[in-house]
C-alpha cells in the first residue's frame, strides 16, 4: 500500500467542508485529519501536526488563501497546497500558483475532476480543474509577439520540471549532464523572468507554450 497523505480541509462553509470531505472518503491515497474554518487554526495546526496535503479556500477570513499559500510555503515547501474557489479569476488564479500553490479547483468541479487533480498533486504536477485550466491557456492577444518561444531542448526541460523532476533527475532522462541541465533552467527562468519554476510553470500554461 502505498502513502497515505494526511489532508486538511480549510473552509468556512460547513455544507463545502463536509460536501468534500465525503467525496475524499472513497480516495486510498488521502486520509482527512482535520477540518478547518480559517487560516489562523491552519497555521497553528501544521505548526504541531503532520499534514501532506492541504485543500483551502481561497476567501478565507482574517486572512486569505493566496496569501495563507505563501506563507505556509515558505515554510513548508513540500506541502502540498490547493486553492479551493468558486471563482475562476485569471489573475487570482496565477497569483495564487505564483505563491508556490499546487493547484487551483473551482467548486464546481466533478468529483471526477477533484480525484484526478489531487492524484496529479500528489506526483508533483501543478493541477487544475478543466475550466480554470482553459481559462489559464488563452494568452492574452497583446501579449502574442513578445513573450519569446521555447527551443525543442528547452520545451523538453521544462516539462520535466513541470512534473516535479530535479535537475538531477532531467540529466539522467535526457542524456545530459547536469551542468548543462542546470544552465538551460537558469537560461529559461531569465527568458520569461520568473524567480522559480512554479513561476514559470504558471507562466507558460498562462501563454500556452506547453502544449
Do not use: W
Request: glycine share 6%.
Amino acid at each position: 500500500m502505498g502513502k497515505i497523505y494526511k489532508t486538511v480541509i480549510v473552509d468556512d462553509h460547513p455544507i463545502v467542508v463536509s460536501g468534500i470531505s465525503g467525496l475524499l472518503s472513497d480516495f486510498n491515497s488521502v486520509e482527512v485529519v482535520e477540518k478547518l474554518a480559517t487560516g489562523v487554526k491552519l497555521i497553528d495546526y501544521i505548526e504541531v501536526n503532520e499534514v501532506d496535503l492541504i485543500l483551502m479556500d481561497i476567501f478565507l477570513p482574517v486572512i486569505n488563501g493566496v496569501d495563507l499559500c505563501k506563507i505556509i510555503k515558505k515554510k513548508y515547501p513540500k506541502m502540498i497546497v490547493i486553492g479551493m474557489s468558486s471563482q475562476s479569476e485569471r489573475s487570482l488564479v496565477m497569483q495564487f500558483i505564483q505563491n508556490g500553490g499546487n493547484g487551483y479547483i473551482l467548486k464546481s468541479a466533478s468529483f471526477e475532476e477533484f480525484k484526478r487533480c489531487i492524484d496529479t498533486a500528489i506526483e508533483g504536477e501543478i493541477v487544475f480543474s478543466d475550466e480554470v485550466k482553459t481559462i489559464i491557456s488563452q494568452p492574452f492577444s497583446e501579449d502574442l509577439e513578445r513573450i519569446p518561444s521555447l527551443s525543442r531542448r528547452e520545451k523538453d526541460i521544462t516539462l520535466l520540471l513541470s512534473k516535479g523532476k530535479s535537475t538531477q533527475e532531467i540529466a539522467d532522462e535526457l542524456f545530459l549532464s547536469f551542468l548543462t541541465v542546470q544552465t538551460h533552467r537558469r537560461n529559461i527562468l531569465q527568458k520569461y523572468k520568473t524567480k522559480n519554476v512554479a513561476e514559470l510553470i504558471a507562466f507558460l500554461l498562462k501563454n500556452n507554450l506547453l502544449n
